[in-house]
């Protein structure tokens, strides 16, 4: 009796039931049907990321939008906490996480940030520039905004530091030259602020060469111009001719990029001439005198020469660990690597110098 049937028999029909289903497909059948699954699975997915991919375009053509809009200064880099806008490119970006952060921040200052998570603190910057082991092979969407990765920027800062800092002769020289372009300047005026520089004179490179360098150190960036002193872009020259563009750029002006602007801060003078004064501590007194000297009036190398002659701090230990003793100049140098000191018709006290000089006797008052 059917009624009599223990639960397990039951089972066991159904299974037979459904095998007998299955066994009424014919493989050409069963291969038919998974294909035509197969091929709505695809077509639904591959409808499904169009959908996505068009509503993250459009999401990130607006944020980029308005991440011009807020941060855009005018014409080149405009420099706010890490951010800068490229107007060669019509892209926002930033030097690290923490300024893209601080670039999103609410127009309410004082409105608390931790109600946002860090995705959407950044979404008005977008895409990582993608690490690279070559900076020429660094790039960042133009139809993007995004920020630099903190160890790309390192490298970056480290290539220009290493263009600064290569020639003792040239190297403030090309600190003024980034210190300068803080704001967009016309080259010719880049070039008559080098040769009125203190030091130029002393160099056998023209002025181009200390902007050529930093330009292609990461230092600079290039922007050409019009007779108006607006920025000819890529948008501006699509359809030109050669010489048409040739007609259109007029000059052109140089800004300092946020690697370059790194470059300055870590090194400006009064930094340099602290850490020089906390070196070698047991000199630092024979430095203040030495400035202190130079201050009153541009002095010889042999003025110099008397005031330290026989001094004791003038010994030291060699590598071996022998006493040495050490020419006078070498304080000279010291403090003109630390941009506290400049020759003019003899040796002075830098502006940097006399306001440090002056920073300390106020302390000590």
């Not at 010889?300 to 010994?315: A, F, I, S």
């Amino acid at each position: 009796d059917a009624n009599d049937a223990s639960p397990d028999s039951t089972t066991a029909l159904d299974a037979s039931a459904e095998a007998a289903d299955a066994v009424e497909e014919t493989p050409e059948e069963v291969a038919a049907r998974e294909a035509a699954e197969l091929a709505e699975k695809k077509e639904r997915e591959a409808r499904e990321a169009a959908e996505r991919a068009a509503a993250d375009e459009a999401a990130r053509e607006e944020r980029a939008q308005a991440a011009v809009e807020k941060l855009s200064k005018g014409a080149g880099w405009a420099a706010q906490a890490g951010v800068y806008y490229d107007a060669s490119h019509g892209v926002v970006k930033a030097t690290s996480v923490s300024a893209a952060k601080q670039a999103a921040r609410p127009a309410d200052e004082d409105a608390p940030t931790d109600e946002q998570t860090e995705d959407e603190l950044v979404a008005d910057l977008t895409d990582v520039a993608r690490e690279s082991d070559s900076l020429d092979d660094i790039q960042v969407s133009e139809a993007d905004a995004g920020y630099i990765d903190p160890v790309v920027f390192g490298r970056m800062v480290a290539k220009v530091t290493e263009a600064v800092t290569r020639n003792p002769l040239q190297r403030e020289l090309f600190y003024k030259v980034l210190s300068f372009c803080q704001e967009s300047k016309p080259l010719r005026e880049i070039e008559q602020m080098v040769m009125a520089l203190p030091g130029f004179e002393r160099t056998s490179a023209n002025a181009y060469h200390f902007i050529a360098v930093m330009e292609n150190a990461g230092g600079l960036e290039r922007f050409e111009l019009d007779d108006e002193g607006d920025v000819v872009d890529d948008a501006r020259k699509a359809g030109l001719t050669e010489d048409e563009i040739d007609d259109l750029v007029a000059e052109y002006a140089f800004m300092t990029t946020p690697a370059g602007q790194a470059v300055v801060e870590q090194h400006t003078p009064r930094a340099r001439i602290i850490e020089l004064l906390g070196l070698v501590p047991e000199r630092r007194d024979t430095y203040i005198e030495l400035m202190e000297f130079l201050a009153e009036e541009p002095r010889t190398y042999n003025e110099v020469t008397q005031l330290l002659d026989g001094r004791d701090v003038l010994w030291h230990l060699d590598s071996k660990g022998n006493p040495e003793l050490m020419q006078p100049s070498v304080f000279l140098d010291k403090l003109h690597d630390a941009a506290a000191i400049e020759w003019q018709q003899g040796w002075q006290l830098s502006e940097e110098g006399r306001a440090y000089l002056d920073e300390l006797k106020s302390v000590q008052n």
